[in-house]
Nanobody
Framework: VQLQASGGGLVQPGGSLRLSCAASGFTFSSYYMSWFRQAPGKECEIVAGIRWSGGETYGADSVKGRFTISRDNAKNTVYLQMDILKPEDTAVYFC???????????????WGKGTLVTVSS
């Protein structure tokens, strides 16, 4: 099983980034996918989640209206489009998978290595 996140980097406040997470080794289309983040000195928090069909999504209050999660089951990939980025969005972002879930949970089955997002002028 592998979850490979990419797309992180340095961006100015107000800018955008698109994270991707490529999955392999499991039946991607049967898994609820989530993005988490962990900022320096802070606990890991859920950012967004999406059901296997892509028909229902969840977004944390702190990112609603700015971040959009999506998935392409044909490509075994989940995305996080991040717009209007703020310095407080600076964190390591992780993707994770949970079989059969209907909503975000911290008890994920698989976790990927993170990608660093830094929002700074």
């Amino acid at each position: 099983v592998q979850l490979q996140a990419s797309g992180g980097g340095l961006v100015q406040p107000g800018g955008s980034l698109r994270l991707s997470c490529a999955a392999s080794g499991f039946t991607f289309s049967s898994y609820y996918m989530s993005w988490f983040r962990q900022a320096p000195g802070k606990e890991c928090e859920i950012v967004a989640g999406i059901r296997w069909s892509g028909g229902e999504t969840y977004g944390a209050d702190s990112v609603k209206g700015r971040f959009t999660i999506s998935r392409d089951n044909a490509k075994n990939t989940v995305y996080l489009q991040m717009d209007i980025l703020k310095p407080e969005d600076t964190a390591v972002y992780f993707c994770a998978a949970k079989f059969g879930a209907y909503a975000p949970t911290g008890n994920m089955d698989y976790w990927g290595k993170g990608t660093l997002v830094t929002v700074s002028s």
